[in-house]
T-cell receptor, first 114, second 118 residues
Framework: AQTVTQSQPEMSVQEAETVTLSCTYD???????LFWYKQPPSRQMILVIR??????QNATENRFSVNFQKAAKSFSLKISDSQLGDAAMYFC???????????FGQGTRLTINP | GAVVSQHPSRVICKSGTSVKIECRSL??????MFWYRQFPKQSLMLMAT?????????EQGVEKDKFLINHASLTLSTLTVTSAHPEDSSFYIC??????????????FGPGTRLTVL
């Protein structure tokens, strides 16, 4: 079974600085999708970014970008120019090509210091 | 696009009663919907997956008779917690995927429902 590991329970960063959240996963499959979701205090899960495993190019969405290392099974999220509104719980998730379910990591709580 | 709503956002009920939570995809047709449960400071725990018009597939350890899931249309799924007890108190979240207006491989989440059973 696939597993997703987020080794940083908590992270903090100064406003306007850059922070990287780590995520590793374990799978024997070659085709899959990876996601980062954000859960702010409102508890609404918001899609931040998605990556298809067959694409070598790292996905980017404005200030959010990923470093996808397929061989190392690593999928880190970089947040540039951190803003107070970025404070949230961030979940890394994995989905097999042929499956419907998401496998979530334990989450990383990100605090933004003004 | 890809908006999912849940109703109610909060519900308080007495022990032994049943509670129904609705999950709607507002701007796309959801061929698949998912129900999660989240305990404080923890990750999401998948309870069941439902495909429109089919019976839900429950995860191991989830009581089918207690958590009734219906996915009768491409925009609506309901979770009914039957004979609720205090240990059922939790935050319940639905998600939806599918349709041509969204990426079929991506789940979009509702805002969640906080259930408190007295």
């Amino acid at each position: 079974a696939q597993t997703v590991t987020q080794s940083q329970p908590e992270m903090s960063v100064q406003e306007a600085e850059t922070v990287t959240l780590s995520c590793t996963y374990d799978t024997s499959e070659s085709d899959y999708y990876l996601f980062w979701y954000k859960q702010p205090p409102s508890r609404q899960m918001i899609l931040v970014i998605r990556q298809e495993a067959y694409k070598q190019q790292n996905a980017t969405e404005n200030r959010f970008s990923v470093n996808f290392q397929k061989a190392a099974k690593s999928f880190s999220l970089k947040i540039s120019d951190s803003q107070l509104g970025d404070a949230a719980m961030y979940f890394c998730a994995y989905r097999s090509e042929g499956a419907q379910k998401l496998v979530f990591g334990q989450g990383t709580r990100l605090t933004i210091n003004p | 696009g890809a908006v999912v709503s849940q109703h109610p956002s909060r519900v308080i009920c007495k022990s032994g009663t049943s509670v129904k939570i609705e999950c709607r995809s507002l701007d796309f047709q959801a061929t698949t919907m998912f129900w999660y449960r989240q305990f404080p400071k923890q990750s999401l725990m998948l309870m069941a997956t439902s495909n429109e018009g089919s019976k839900a597939t429950y995860e191991q350890g989830v009581e089918k008779d207690k958590f009734l899931i219906n996915h009768a249309s491409l925009t609506l799924s309901t979770l009914t917690v039957t004979s609720a007890h205090p240990e059922d108190s939790s935050f319940y979240i639905c998600s939806a995927s599918g349709g041509t207006r969204t990426r079929g491989d991506t789940q979009y989440f509702g805002p969640g429902t906080r259930l408190t059973v007295l």
